[in-house]
């Protein structure tokens, strides 16, 4: 542990002097053998918030990641739902984890070193985030993690005047195609088709099957051919 190798203290010294500093709430750790100091402006929350930690964190562990889903999308702009959780995209498995009142939660992405990201500052340092484009399409993919397709639809209606197709169609490539499927209909649903063209050529080459707009929804309902896609499922935008 680092602090027991600069003061020259012993392992029992090093956990009494932590557990010390803990029960006064000035330090807390978000997981086994990691510590944050919580300062004074923080003490409510029992920690620091967690878009100042994960960074750190995400190094300790040596893992790759990205600030995910409706909290990539705050720092985006989209401000329609603040998340009750901060959500973290892995390549593998984690489960959530919690520090005083803050709370983070995973999600697994497939091919996640492939996803475009970009860095954004934060009083302690730079945080990774899903682009602007990733985040849409993950929106999507992780529908149930958002609170359902109408939500990801309103998230993206906020994002879709700064998507760029180009890199909309190249963020969906990390992705199945269903995903692109989805969300250039939802694009369309919209009013911001005019971001979906070449996303749309993507669709053309790589899509063989029609599929469901909701999976696991009952599979009857209009098909959309420009998409294919099943619309099993009315999806109401929130203005």
Not at 150 to 179: C, D, F, K, M, N
């Amino acid at each position: 542990m680092e602090m027991r190798r600069l003061l020259g203290v012993s392992p029992a010294a090093a956990r009494l002097a932590l557990s010390r500093l803990a029960n006064k709430g000035l330090i807390a750790s978000p997981g086994r053998g990691f510590y944050v100091v919580v300062p004074p402006e923080y003490r409510r929350l029992g920690c620091l918030p967690a878009e100042q930690f994960v960074p750190a964190f995400m190094a300790h562990l040596d893992r790759r990641y990205y600030a995910a889903l409706l909290s990539a999308a705050q720092f985006h702009g989209a401000a329609h739902h603040r998340p009750q959780t901060f959500q973290v995209a892995l390549a593998g498995y984690r489960r959530p984890i919690s520090c005083g009142s803050v709370a983070v939660s995973f999600i697994t992405r497939t091919r996640l070193a492939e996803v475009p990201v970009q860095s954004f500052n934060t009083p302690r340092g730079a945080i990774r985030v899903s682009s602007l484009e990733a985040t849409a399409v993950d929106l999507v993919g992780y529908q149930k993690r958002v609170g359902g397709l109408a939500q990801a639809a309103t998230v993206i209606a906020e994002l879709a005047e700064h998507i760029r197709p180009g890199r909309l169609a190249a963020a969906a490539g990390t992705a199945p195609v269903s995903w692109a499927q989805r969300l250039g209909y939802l694009l369309d649903l919209v009013g911001a088709a005019d971001k979906a063209s070449t996303l749309e050529r993507d669709v053309r080459r790589r899509a063989r099957d029609t599929v469901l707009l909701v999976p696991g929804s009952p599979h009857d309902g209009p098909r959309d051919r420009r998409w294919r896609l099943r619309i099993n499922a009315e999806v109401e935008v929130e203005t």
